[in-house]
């Protein structure tokens, strides 16, 4: 058991990743001697050399693309994209080619690219570097889609990133990378496909992933003193969901607040909860409700703190819910 | 009064005026020259003479693609009529361990490599999307994104980098990667990239740009002001034009920079200057947007007729030898045609297979759902 920053146990988990395998090979814009912006490579380039960690020129689509065609050669790179709002430029590699290369194929070949994107908001950023556009990727076929909460799940998970045969976006939360916690570097806590309840109630199911999910566990502490007992449900995966859990979760609580930076309309909150109600519809006690981003550019950072979902927004959503 | 906001005049290289290596006139002369005329030492009149039966062989096909998409046996076809010299001598040229990426045109390529052409039919017909192996015979598959092609090639020339397979000095392990594309590809920040990366990482990548002079409707004076050759140059990436409708001049060229990027000596981009005779796919109309005078210049300059010249003039083949071709190009243009429509549709529920390589709940669901949505028609077929 270790205590990790978020950042420091992403790092752990690619370096346990590059030790295992010598086709593991790091990509991205400053990741070599600088270690990231966000200094999650820190150290790496030193001990794996330019060849493993590789500093590319300033073109997403090229870093994309390039490493669609490593993986073809049978290496598994893991590239960095700087900030959420910076992806956009390879979307057309993501979308038309790595989403598509193994159905293109018929299986008979692999892109086993992961990449990595620090999103969402919170950190007093100018434009393009707050963003949260995971619904865009969650919608098309041939991605799979995590974004860890804490540290424990940030080591394991890059590292059952990268072992996937399939492209896998990791959505970072990048306002907690600098939030510790205990790191078991012996025992992976489960697949990175599972939701997990990380902290169990009986009267409404709030149902976070990513940055949101230490708010939803303070909501819950909140609303304890209330008297309200929330289901903390943290998703881990966007894509494929977890649906057995969420619905057993749903079932027993009847109840259900789902939360998200992003934007509510057409997000993924909205899939959530057409499921949701396809599957536990009699068990329902209140309409699913969400409480999230609006539709909106993110605004100015000065302007933030009342775009994003807070304490007392997600508390206000689960008043809602209880009021039913 | 008109807006000078472009121009219209052909592009400079767009016309013969730029030298170009050219081993075989179109009078079907052979033509010394002192730096590429040694790659075809290995060309002897058997090798000529296969160079011929090939590109006859590329254009039968070609033909019959047309022709069945016309009959409404295929979707779409890329033509690939007047580009045959570029294809044979390009995909010849390369060695089994080269590892190519093409567009979606590359017809004459792919069956160098070994896929058969029933298989490149399917896709068009809409059974799958390509059909073959890319690591069987290292022919990736049709990549129709313009220029998206462009960034995989250098990034597997850069895998190739890290497993030591350039440089070496040993034939059978030394490997390029070629990526092939258009004129109209050169627009795209895509190519753009690759060429930044290429030459940043020294990449054993050859750029091979089939410059057929169209890109759908639009001129090569809409994608460039400068012969496209010159296009890698401002990256670090030297260049150099050949005649694409010389099957001996793209066999030499194409040799010559392999072997020059297999060594280690880092990307290279050639241009083979060429012409789309046909359409661009069978969804468009040519006659909208080029006169009939140019294609006409281009007739003239056709790549078989001008080795045809050559087999007949030198005597190195014969009137059996001309028909044995066109008999094997109608027997294979038979089978092809047979293959083509008796190609079953794939099972419903084979779509669901690929999508990822591992299980994904999502898909697993849906496939279950087919599958129970498609046997209910089943079972009221029995009650019935």
């Known amino acids: ?324 | 009064m008109s807006i000078a906001t472009s121009s219209n005049a052909p592009a400079p290289g767009g016309t013969d005026e730029v030298p170009m290596v050219q081993l075989l006139t179109p009078e079907g002369t052979r033509v010394d020259d002192p730096e590429y005329g040694k790659y075809l030492d290995d060309v002897d009149d058997a090798k000529l003479r296969d160079f011929y039966r090939q590109m006859v062989l590329v254009r039968r096909v070609d033909n019959e693609g047309t022709a069945l998409q016309r009959q409404g046996q295929l979707g779409l076809w890329a033509p690939v009529l007047g580009q045959e010299a570029t294809q044979i001598g390009t995909g010849l040229a390369a060695r089994p361990q080269d590892y190519i990426f093409p567009t979606y045109r590359e017809h004459g390529v792919a069956m160098m490599r070994g896929v058969p052409p029933e298989t490149l039919l399917g896709m068009f017909r809409g059974v799958s999307h390509g059909g073959w192996d890319p690591t069987e015979n290292n022919f990736h598959l049709y990549t129709i994104v313009i220029a998206s092609q462009t960034l995989h090639a250098v990034g597997y020339a850069m895998g190739v980098q890290r497993d030591g397979a350039v440089g070496t000095g040993d034939p059978d392990r030394d490997t390029a990667v070629m990526a092939f594309f258009g004129d109209g590809a050169t627009s795209q920040g895509d190519m753009n990239e690759a060429l930044v990366f290429a030459a940043s990482y020294n990449a054993p990548v050859l750029f091979l740009c089939q410059n057929n002079q169209w890109a759908i409707s639009e001129p090569l004076s809409r994608q460039t002001r400068i012969p496209l050759y010159r296009r890698g140059e401002g990256f670090g990436v030297p260049g150099v034009r050949v005649d694409g409708n010389d099957v001996l001049a793209v066999y030499a060229v194409t040799q010559a920079n392999l072997e020059r990027v297999r060594a280690g000596e880092g990307p290279r981009l050639v241009e083979s200057f060429t012409y789309r005779m046909g359409a661009h796919t069978t969804a468009d109309d040519p006659t909208k947007y080029r006169t009939a005078a140019d294609v006409e210049v281009w007739r003239r300059r056709d790549p078989i007729d001008r080795l045809r010249i050559l087999l007949e003039t030198d005597g190195i083949a014969d009137k059996e030898f001309f028909t044995a071709v066109d008999d094997e190009a109608d027997e294979l243009a038979a089978r092809v045609r047979s293959a083509c429509v008796n190609m079953p549709d794939p099972d419903p529920t084979s779509m669901f297979e690929h999508a990822y390589n591992g299980p994904h709940s999502l898909v697993d669901e849906e496939k279950a759902w087919m599958t129970d949505y498609l046997e209910s028609f089943a079972s009221e077929g029995e009650v019935d």
């Open chain 1, 1 to 324: 058991m270790e205590k990790l920053a978020i950042a420091k146990a992403l790092t752990a988990g690619m370096r346990k990743a590059m030790d295992d395998d010598a086709k593991v090979v790091l990509m991205g814009e400053d990741i070599g001697p600088l270690g990231g912006v966000f200094r999650v490579t820190e150290g790496l380039q030193k001990d794996f050399g330019p060849d493993r960690v590789i500093d590319t020129p300033l073109a997403e689509s090229g870093i994309v693309g390039t490493a669609i065609g490593l993986s073809l050669r049978g290496y598994r790179p893991v590239v960095e994209i700087q900030f959420d709002g910076f992806v956009f430029p390879a979307y057309d590699q993501i979308v038309t080619q790595l989403a598509k290369m193994a159905n293109r194929s018929m299986g008979t070949v692999k892109v086993p690219v992961v990449l990595r994107i620090p999103y969402g908001g919170g950190l007093g950023s100018p434009e393009h570097h707050s963003e949260s556009p995971e619904a865009l990727f969650s919608h098309v076929a041939g991605l799979r889609i995590i974004s860890p909460s804490n540290a424990n799940d940030a080591y394991w998970m890059i590292q059952q990133a990268i072992q996937d045969d399939d492209p896998v976006i990791v959505f970072e939360p990048k306002r907690r990378y600098w939030a510790k916690g205990d790191v078991d570097l012996e025992q992976p806590p489960c697949d990175m496909h599972a939701a997990r309840v990380v902290k169990p109630g009986s009267d409404v199911t709030l149902l976070a992933y990513g940055p949101l999910v230490q708010t939803s566990l303070d909501a819950a502490a909140a609303a304890e003193q209330d008297g309200v007992n929330i289901e903390v449900l943290d998703l881990r995966s966007l894509s494929p969901l977890d649906m057995p859990t969420i619905a057993e979760s749903v079932k027993r609580t009847g109840r259900l607040v789902i939360t998200h930076e992003a934007p509510v309309f057409s997000g993924l909150g909205g899939e959530i909860a057409a499921r949701v109600t396809e599957q536990c519809f009699y068990h329902l006690e209140a309409p699913v409700l969400r409480v999230g981003g609006f539709h909106l550019p993110y605004p100015p950072s000065r302007l933030e703190d009342h775009y994003l979902p807070d304490l007392d927004r997600i508390l206000d959503g689960v008043d809602r819910a209880m009021a039913y």
